[in-house]
């Protein structure tokens, strides 16, 4: 009876002695890495810019309700229509359906004309349509309904492409001839405008106005200096503006600094400015003026640049950096720099060791380094190496458990 209860104690010490192995093993980590990525770092002076183009207010008298035919950011060519007037707002919420009738049926149709289902990449679809619903999840949540339509429209096709990659619809035939029957009888009954707004000028419209139109000229940069910026405002907004043009091939990029800092370049210089805008993260630019004052110890720094787009004809302030320096490497945390017999360099796992290599070190911060990367040697670090950040008691050839 004894000997059963002991043996008892014994497995069980075994199983407890097993279970916790298992737990360590299984939370317990020798080492932590993180992969070697390509980088490209930037030193720079930050500005903030004030732009300034040539635009044009478009005004409208007209009674009725206005409808766009042109997004904020389209290019326009010179008479062209801005938008409609039709005798009520039902005309112009009719219009509004319609154009979604139009797009709907479009990617239908595009989505029955793709016949290799089997290479789509449904990844892919699901990242698109994650991502359309996030967009149309921070709209809300921010407030910014302007860009709901186009995201939920969005989110739908995307839905229905993966409904077709994994077969739980096949056949969208029976749903394009219905939005093709609504689509021509609103055709039918759409009244013709009453009148519309064009433009005498090509360009880039855009649905808003800021008062700065008339009060920044490129006529004017000569006269932009440390106090005229400082005594900037913008005129009233016309009850009549409905939008603007943006037109010309060169605009302006104002800012102001210290005049010590102003010094370091020279009228004449190109450029290149950092940007937070998505489509255009940089700018390149050719310094065209240093305004200065005798009253004051700051100057205005006049940039020209010749990109253009939807974004850039839209913004009048943002935050720049004129880009001084670009390191470009391999990026890996600053903490899993090592020193090994007087070397510099990092641990990387290779397979169930530990490999010490050597690095050259172009760039720091006291979060992350750059690396040079070179292909010349077996002995270095190389892109997607798994490099040790944490670890105890590492050395060369070191046998991972």
């Known amino acids: 009876m004894g000997e059963h209860k002991a043996l008892k104690v014994i497995l069980c010490i075994i199983l407890v002695v097993f279970i916790g192995n298992q737990i360590y093993s299984s939370v317990y980590k020798?080492?932590?890495?993180?992969?070697?990525?390509?980088?490209?770092?930037?030193?720079?002076?930050k500005i903030?810019?004030?732009?300034?183009?040539?635009?044009?207010?478009?005004?409208?008298?007209?009674?009725?309700?206005?409808?766009?035919?042109?997004?904020?950011?389209?290019?326009?060519?010179?008479?062209?229509v801005i938008a409609n007037i039709y005798s009520n707002?039902?005309?112009?919420?009719?219009?509004?359906?319609?154009?979604?009738?139009?797009?709907?049926?479009a990617d239908i149709e595009e989505m029955q004309g793709y016949n290799d289902v089997e290479a789509a990449d449904i990844s892919l679809v699901n990242n698109k349509v994650n991502g359309s619903l996030n967009a149309m999840i921070r709209g809300v949540a921010t407030g910014d309904f302007s860009s709901f339509e186009a995201d939920s429209a969005?989110?739908?096709t995307n839905i229905s492409r993966r409904q077709m990659i994994t077969g739980e619809q096949t056949d969208f035939s029976v749903r394009l001839n219905e939005l093709k029957a609504e689509l021509d009888g609103l055709n039918a009954s759409l009244?013709?405008?009453?009148?519309?707004?064009?433009?005498?000028?090509?360009?880039?419209?855009?649905?808003s106005v800021d008062g700065y139109e008339s009060v920044l000229s490129c006529d004017n940069i000569d006269n932009v200096t440390p106090e005229y910026i400082d005594q900037l405002k913008p005129e009233s907004i016309s009850n009549t503006a409905v939008g603007k043009i943006v037109s010309g091939y060169t605009w302006y990029i104002a800012a102001k600094v210290d005049i010590s800092e102003s010094l370091k370049y020279k009228v004449g210089d190109k450029l290149?400015?950092?940007?937070?805008?998505?489509?255009?993260?940089?700018?390149?630019?050719?310094?065209?003026?240093?305004?200065?004052?005798?009253?004051?110890?700051?100057?205005?720094?006049?940039?020209?640049?010749?990109?253009?787009?939807?974004?850039l004809a839209s913004i009048r302030k943002g935050a720049l950096t004129i880009i001084n320096s670009t390191?470009?490497?391999?990026?890996?945390?600053?903490?899993?720099?090592?020193?090994?017999?007087?070397?510099?360099?990092?641990?990387?796992?290779?397979?169930?060791?530990?490999?010490f290599v050597e690095v050259k070190v172009i760039y720091r911060t006291d979060?992350?380094?750059?690396?040079?990367?070179?292909?010349?040697?077996?002995q270095v670090l190389r892109l997607y190496d798994d490099v040790v950040v944490k670890g105890k008691r590492l050395y060369d050839g070191k046998v991972i458990d």
Not at 60 to 80: T, Y
Not at 191 to 207: A, L
Not at 287 to 305: P, Q, R
């Open 191 to 207: 009244p013709q405008p009453v009148g519309n707004i064009t433009t005498d000028v090509s360009g880039y419209f855009v649905s």
């Open 272 to 311: 290149t400015l950092k940007t937070t805008i998505k489509s255009t993260p940089e700018l390149y630019v050719k310094l065209e003026k240093i305004n200065t004052s005798e009253n004051t110890d700051t100057a205005v720094m006049i940039f020209s640049c010749q990109q253009m787009n939807s974004e």
């Open 367 to 378: 979060e992350y380094i750059i690396c040079e990367q070179e292909i010349s040697n077996d």
């Open 327 to 355: 390191y470009s490497g391999l990026r890996i945390p600053t903490k899993s720099l090592r020193v090994q017999e007087g070397k510099t360099g990092v641990y990387i796992r290779s397979g169930m060791m530990v490999k």
């Open 30 to 45: 020798p080492i932590t890495t993180v992969s070697a990525e390509h980088y490209t770092a930037t030193e720079g002076f």
């Open 154 to 156: 969005e989110l739908l």
């Open 89 to 105: 707002a039902d005309t112009s919420v009719k219009v509004n359906r319609i154009e979604q009738l139009k797009q709907r049926i």
């Open 48 to 80: 903030q810019g004030i732009v300034i183009r040539e635009e044009k207010t478009i005004t409208s008298n007209h009674s009725g309700a206005m409808h766009f035919v042109l997004s904020s950011g389209e290019r326009v060519a010179k008479n062209g």
